[in-house]
């Protein structure tokens, strides 16, 4: 009989396949059902089980091809055994593991578990294969005990990770995604990006992968900064001189950290005086993020609003005792310079209209009055609602203009060098009617009430002359949208001038 003859014969009747084709069929079967039942992202899995059953099926062809007595007939049925088992093992895995418990547990079923569940499968086939092809499979077992015997004591260390790493995952003290220190150096801590049989890889900050054996791992004392909460407390140490009273610079360095992107408002940061040193007091300051892998960038921010507040307040670091600074002692340098501040404050005022009809000398009683203040980006200078009696005059940078309406700040402009803010909280003490944050690195002008209180009390016609020009600027404002007749906005101007002056001189106990 040709091969073509044998060929035709074997796939009339069935024999040409194993398990009558029942198996052929099946495992067709379950690939097609997974192909569309298996999330998208995880079809690419069908890809194994598919070349095995394809080469089950060349395989078949091959042997039905040659003398069924002869021993490459023996062999290439074996084979075609063993890939069918195999695309079927592969096939019920994906199944079971893949389609039915990784949808219904609360978490994904750790890489280690369906590494060796896999290898079990795959190992339950090749057993399979060999009992079908007439192996003695307790016999089998029976002879290799010794070199069992010796295969694990050469692979100690292999077996320790393997345990070690199915110990770690059913005591789960971290898992993928967390951040840990996975040694005493504090400089070792890392993103866990895999947990395998063997090994646990993690991933430091500076895109460093370190694989670490799950022996000396589990052993190891862990510290997960992501559990039980992805909140986490970080610490810094500022040292401030001596004659800052504490609790003045506890409320400085708070104040600083309001708002600061990263730093989580519950549980407020704190500030202790944790030690006195050469150099002045050592202040600890704790607060908490739940982004640990931005850590460095939210300690560096909270680093320059502290920074800043604290120069806004005038507090200066403390400096080694060792260290010595040199001036040139160059009065004429410093003459130059004062002068050219006063000039600075002198042309910022000028540049408020309602601050236009002072004189020199009640311009030089605010300028010798006024302070500068340095914001970092992103910092609130105002909020909307606070108390307040301060005029603000922009020298440097940009800000934005926020109104708060239902829980939401909506941005309603923004001002930059020259631009001013706050001047109906410094003429009348009313609530500031809208929230100023920086865009920039910004340094503002700073006039508050007193000094303008000696001013009114020196001139009081000039409250009448201030009334009228934020009256007009007001009206100047809401001319567009007015709908109002002449006469009755004639009308509505005297009223809210009168109303004004009558706050302005109430707020600075001047004589009516």
Not at 36 to 46: E, I, N, P, V
Not at 418 to 441: D, N
Request: aromatic share 6%; proline share 4%; with cysteine.
């Amino acid at each position: 009989m040709s091969w073509f003859s044998r060929l035709a014969s074997a796939f009339a009747d069935g024999s040409a396949f194993s398990f009558s084709g029942l198996g052929v069929l099946t495992v067709g079967l379950l690939i097609l059902a997974l192909r569309f039942t298996l999330l998208r992202g995880d079809r690419d899995k069908l890809r194994t089980p598919t070349g095995a059953l394809v080469v089950h099926i060349a395989l078949v062809v091959m042997g039905a091809m040659v003398d069924p007595a002869s021993t490459t007939a023996a062999v290439l049925k074996t084979l075609a055994v063993l890939f069918l088992l195999l695309a079927g093992a592969r096939t019920g895995f994906l199944l079971v593991v893949d389609n039915i418990l990784t949808r219904r547990l609360a978490r994904p079923i750790p890489k280690i578990f369906r590494d060796i569940c896999e290898g079990l499968v795959y190992s339950a086939a090749v057993l399979l294969t060999l009992r079908s092809a007439g192996a003695q499979l307790d016999a089998l077992l029976t002879t290799s005990a010794l070199l069992t015997a010796v295969i694990g004591l050469s692979l100690q260390d292999t077996l320790g990770n393997l345990f070690a790493g199915l110990s770690i995952q059913a005591q789960n003290p971290f898992e993928v995604g967390d951040w840990i220190q996975y040694d005493s150096d504090e400089n070792d801590i890392g993103k866990v990006i895999e947990i395998n049989w063997r090994a646990t890889k993690v991933l430091t900050l500076d895109d460093v992968e370190i694989v670490i054996p799950n022996g000396p791992l589990a052993r190891a004392p862990i510290r997960n900064f992501t559990k039980p909460a992805k909140m986490s407390r970080r610490s810094l140490f500022v040292v401030i001189p001596f004659s800052e009273p504490p609790h003045r610079v506890q409320d400085v360095i708070l104040d600083g950290l309001q708002h600061t992107p990263g730093v989580l408002r519950r549980p407020a940061p704190s500030v202790v005086t944790a030690d006195f040193v050469e150099r002045g007091i050592r202040y600890w300051v704790r607060f908490h993020t739940d982004d640990f892998e931005r850590r460095e960038v939210t300690d560096s921010l909270a680093r320059d609003r502290i920074w800043y507040s604290l120069r806004r307040a005038n507090i200066q670091m403390a400096v080694p005792v060792a260290d010595l600074e040199l001036h040139q002692d160059d009065e004429s340098y410093r003459s130059a310079a004062r002068s050219e501040a006063v000039a600075r404050r002198r042309a910022a005022l000028r540049n408020v209209d309602f601050l236009r009809d002072l004189s020199d000398e009640q311009v030089d009683e605010l300028v010798s009055s006024c302070r500068e203040r340095p914001y970092a980006p992103g910092e609130t200078i105002l909020q909307q609602g606070d108390e307040g009696d301060e005029l603000f005059i922009v020298q440097r940078g940009e800000v934005e203009v926020l109104l708060e309406t239902d829980g939401q700040s909506v941005e309603v402009a923004r001002l930059g060098k020259g631009a001013f803010f706050g001047e109906m909280s410094l003429m009348t003490g009313q609530p500031r009617m809208a929230t100023i944050r920086t865009l920039t690195e910004t340094l503002v002008l700073v006039v508050s009430k007193a000094p303008f209180a000696r001013v009114l009390d020196g001139s009081p016609e000039l409250a009448e002359q201030i009334s009228d020009v934020l009256v007009s600027r007001r009206e100047q404002l809401d001319s567009a949208s007015s709908k109002q007749s002449a006469p009755r906005v004639s009308q509505a101007q005297a009223a809210s001038r009168n109303e004004l002056l009558h706050r302005i001189k109430d707020f600075f106990s001047l004589s009516s």
